[in-house]
T-cell receptor, first 114, second 112 residues
Framework: EPEVTQTPSHQVTQMGQEVILRCVPISNHLYFYWYRQILGQKVEFLVSFYNNEISEKSEIFDDQFSVERPDGSNFTLKIRSTKLEDSAMYFC????????????FGDGTRLSIL | QKEVEQDPGPLSVPEGAIVSLNCTYS??????FMWYRQYSRKGPELLMYTYSSGNKEDGRFTAQVDKSSKYISLFIRDSQPSDSATYLC????????????FGTGTRLQVFP
């Protein structure tokens, strides 16, 4: 069964450094998402991406965050200057359509900011 | 009032039991309802996906949506130790958004 893959599984970074989290969505999907889950808290929406542009973003997704689809297969989340509070699990998801198709998630990248 | 509420558990049941997991929500615009299973250090795995009200069955799993009460349920029949995981409800509105709003998750333990 097709799946969403994310790399790396764990990223440790010094505060203030830039970090790029990578995702390969399911190949025929058109809608891409990032969510995060702080330890012990609920999964929260960050951003959705369709047709090479952001379609929606949350309050969390400030100027320090950006997303990109650099080629036909990868989808990346960049955090420009990491803060301690960015420590969380980051999940990539993809969907074959908006709303009427379910979102499928990867296993996440655990980001630890020191 | 939180948009989506879910009892965090843990819920501990013997193997073979019927498990009932529930979520309530406040936003009447929600039309798409999902249940995900999340094992430790893994991503959410889609179990059930329903649109609007009604029931949907898939093997040992049944999802129910009662929009009038703003209440959704997931039933697991003949529960197995391998069902031990955290179960997340999620929902979305069809109106200019497809972001998922998640519950906190219910931790289920099925003991042999």
């Amino acid at each position: 069964e097709p799946e969403v893959t994310q790399t790396p599984s764990h990223q440790v970074t010094q505060m203030g450094q830039e970090v790029i989290l990578r995702c390969v969505p399911i190949s025929n999907h058109l809608y891409f998402y990032w969510y995060r889950q702080i330890l012990g808290q609920k999964v929260e929406f960050l951003v959705s991406f369709y047709n090479n542009e952001i379609s929606e973003k949350s309050e969390i997704f400030d100027d320090q965050f950006s997303v990109e689809r650099p080629d036909g297969s990868n989808f990346t989340l960049k955090i420009r200057s990491t803060k301690l509070e960015d420590s969380a699990m980051y999940f990539c998801a993809s969907s074959g359509g908006q709303g009427d198709k379910p979102q499928h998630f990867g296993d996440g990248t655990r980001l630890s900011i020191l | 009032q939180k948009e989506v509420e879910q009892d965090p558990g843990p819920l501990s049941v013997p193997e073979g039991a019927i498990v009932s997991l529930n979520c309530t929500y406040s936003n009447s615009a929600f039309q798409y309802f999902m249940w995900y299973r999340q094992y430790s250090r893994k991503g959410p795995e889609l179990l059930m996906y329903t649109y609007s009200s009604g029931n949907k069955e898939d093997g040992r799993f049944t999802a129910q949506v009662d929009k009038s009460s703003k209440y959704i349920s997931l039933f697991i029949r003949d529960s197995q130790p391998s069902d031990s995981a955290t179960y997340l409800c999620a929902m979305s509105s069809p109106y200019n958004t497809d972001k998922l709003i998640f519950g906190t998750g219910t931790r289920l333990q099925v003991f042999p």
